[in-house]
């Protein structure tokens, strides 16, 4: 299960000026950081059959090197107590990941590499098997840097990642700038109790729109 809260930022400085500032340092444990490159493809059946479900399936290239191949369910529904001001940007879905050296996405080989993960199989196997023998093509893509602070925070772990960079769809594109804070292990409290903390030192807007549904949004237009 992925839960995450999406802050939109004015322009890029705005956004690693909150990663560096005393503020935000001083709040959180921070165990590692990293920086990779991602460009993503988003497939579809042709009649965009996908797209009437909300299911996502997305293929990565990290770094120029191998592959993450996701599927992503319909967002789930997060609890009403939370911070109000921030559940505009707080999703839940279902989501499953598997490294790979192959480009392109295989169902059967998708399916039995993820017979143990931690969300349901046969959730996964209800969205995919009834896409078995028809085409997936590439309906849009992302490519943008994203700097991963994994961080301990009110006795949660969490991964703050900062993207910035480009969605593409229809022959144009949309900036992104923006901070997941996304919970890895213990409390969605401390998802929206941080992201209310940084609310409330800068500019940014709680936005639950995904990059995909912005990539979508370009290929509408017009």
Known sequence: METELKLSFPNQDALYAASEAP????????ISEKTSVFENRYLDTRDRSLRDTRTT????HVDG????????TSPVAISKDLDPS?????TSRCE?????????FDIGFFLSSSKNAEDPYEVLAATLVPLSGK???TLSKTAFKRHVITAEYEGSTLEICLDTGSCYGGG????????EIELISGDVDSVTKLGALISSNTDCKPWAVSKLARCLQLMNEG
């Not at 340092?25 to 921070?30: G, P, S, T």
């Not at 921030?86 to 707080?90: E, K, P, R, W």
């Open 172 to 179: 144009k594109s949309l900036p992104i700038c923006e901070m």
């Open 135 to 137: 085409e997936l093509v």
């Open 23 to 30: 503020w935000f340092l001083d709040a959180l444990n921070i």
């Open 96 to 104: 499953w990941n598997v490294e790979t050296e192959k480009s392109e």
């Open 57 to 60: 399936i997305r293929i990565r």
């Open 86 to 90: 921030l559940l505009s940007g707080l």
């Open 65 to 72: 090197e191998n592959y993450i191949h996701t599927v992503k």
